[in-house]
């Protein structure tokens, strides 16, 4: 399986700031993801991080928020812009496609732990 | 868009009896299934996935069954021992995964000793 590593680990932050993730794979990947998980519950998919182009997001997410970049095929970023209480959560990536027969696997990094006040 | 409901949310089962989880979809687009774990403070980790192209698939004491005609698929756990305690999250997506995965709400599996 891929090797997926996120900075920072956690961090605490003031509403209105932002903070940029940094993802990075050991290993050239097809796609890339970012996800949110809030303590407790499921992970949601924020947006799909397309390498030299516009990220595609989900519905409920915008760019101007989580402004997104690949810029080769191990490394993204995502961007929580003017933060708010309610943006606190688990931030993840994950990539697929290191080739067969793990293709369609998708591994995860280690999150991104983040808390506004 | 895709929507992913799973039960039960918790189950308690004996150290040694079969747990198992099960998860319905709504698009028929889908073709790829994913099971992931994920303990206290850990990253998901995958544990089994089927395509739709295959009812069934074993791994040792995991195996997951998809119905595409009912949209479920199940993922069975047996022999159950306490490192298998954790949340234990569905997923679908189409296009292989391509498109992203959708997650279940996840269920707590706790192996009573």
């Known amino acids: 399986s891929a090797v997926i590593s996120q900075k920072p680990s956690r961090d605490i932050c003031q509403r209105g700031t932002s903070l940029t993730i940094q993802c990075q794979v050991d290993?050239?990947?097809?796609?890339m993801f970012w996800y949110r998980q809030q303590p407790g519950q499921s992970l949601t998919l924020i947006a799909t991080?397309?390498?030299?182009?516009?990220?595609?997001?989900e519905s409920g997410f915008v760019i101007d928020k989580f402004p997104i970049s690949r810029p080769n095929l191990t490394f993204s970023t995502l961007t929580v812009s003017n933060m708010s209480p309610e943006d606190s959560s688990i931030y993840l990536c994950?990539?697929?496609?290191?080739?067969?027969?793990?293709?369609?696997?998708?591994?995860f990094g280690p999150g991104t732990r983040l808390t506004v006040l | 868009g895709e929507n992913v409901e799973q039960h039960p949310s918790t189950l308690s089962v004996q150290e040694g009896d079969s747990a198992v989880i099960k998860c319905t979809y709504s698009d028929s687009a889908s073709n790829y299934f994913p099971w992931y774990k994920q303990e206290l403070g850990k990253r998901p980790q995958l544990i089994i996935d089927i395509r739709s192209n295959v009812g069934e698939k074993k791994d040792q004491r995991i195996a997951v069954t998809l119905n595409k005609t009912a949209k479920h698929f199940s993922l069975h756990i047996t022999e159950t021992q306490p490192e298998d305690s954790a949340v234990y999250f569905c997923a679908a997506s189409s296009n292989g995964g391509a498109d992203g995965l959708t997650f279940g709400k996840g269920t707590h599996l706790i192996i009573q000793p």
């Open positions: 290993s050239q990947v097809t796609m």
């Open positions: 991080a397309n390498q030299g182009s516009e990220a595609t997001y």
């Open positions: 994950s990539a697929m496609g290191r080739g067969r027969p793990s293709y369609n696997e998708q591994f």
